[in-house]
């Protein structure tokens, strides 16, 4: 694996982070209604649940993109809207410049002050050096989000948001993704990630967050929750009884 240009060990400045009485509420629907939940500094974090229950909403307000109605979101005493230089926020449909694949890189890192030699680096780690003169509008559906995830990991971040980064992709694309997603948890990045897949849940989960009309149903170690939930909401979630 190619050193990508940042620590090993991250130091996790801005976690554990602590959630509590979060509201939120659009059109007169209320998407999450008393929220509470602690995370801690490492591993990956699988938010699941149905539709409707909060899960995309709750990672934009995590990212300091939206403000709650009430309550408060603490990253290790930092507020969310503070905290957002040291995170990265992967959407479902990446947004990617006009430009070359290579270009998308160049204009990240240097928006960011971030050496631009990396840049060769992370298209490798990506598997997408030989896509780099190539406008990026012209990547498939699992080759933007690669594009998309080494910007993200271009930022140094902390903390890695993302929002069913594998949905509508072919089986290859998920596994490419679900392997940058591996070693960005290896290298100490905290990964907080939104999926409707149990089999993806079960290969990346250390713990899972089962998110039901707008609170935490269930919060367990992703072996607790996959072979023994706790409620019987996750156990219907798992069992097909509840839509996704």
Not at 14 to 24: A, C, E, F, I, Q
Not at 115 to 131: E, F, Q, T
Request: glycine letters at 8%.
């Amino acid at each position: 694996m190619r050193d990508l240009g940042y620590v090993e060990t991250l130091e996790h400045a801005m976690l554990p982070l602590t959630v509590s009485g979060l509201r939120l509420s659009f059109g007169g629907k209320t998407v999450l209604d008393g929220l509470d939940l602690s995370l801690t500094a490492t591993g990956v974090t699988v938010i699941m649940g149905p539709n409707g229950a909060g899960k995309s909403q709750f990672l934009k307000l995590l990212h300091g993109l939206i403000a709650p109605d009430a309550g408060q979101i603490d990253w290790n005493g930092t507020p969310a809207t503070r905290a957002t230089a040291r995170q990265a926020l992967v959407f479902q449909k990446p947004v990617l410049l006009r430009r070359s694949v290579a270009a998308n890189l160049d204009f990240v890192l240097k928006a960011r002050g971030k050496d631009r030699s990396r840049r060769d680096a992370l298209l490798d780690h990506v598997g997408l050096s030989d896509k780099a003169r190539q406008p990026a509008r012209r990547l498939s559906g699992g080759e933007a989000q690669r594009l998309a995830l080494a910007r993200a990991l271009a930022l140094d971040p902390e903390v890695l948001l993302l929002d069913e980064p594998t949905a509508s992709l072919d089986p290859g694309s998920v596994l490419a993704i679900e392997a940058i997603i591996r070693d960005a948890r290896t290298r100490g990045v905290k990964v907080i990630l939104v999926t409707h897949d149990p089999g993806q849940a079960r290969r990346l989960a250390d713990e899972v967050v089962f998110l039901h009309r707008g609170r935490v149903a269930e919060h367990s170690s992703a072996e607790t929750f996959f072979d023994r939930p706790r409620s019987t909401v996750a156990r219907d979630f798992l069992d097909g009884r509840i839509v996704v």
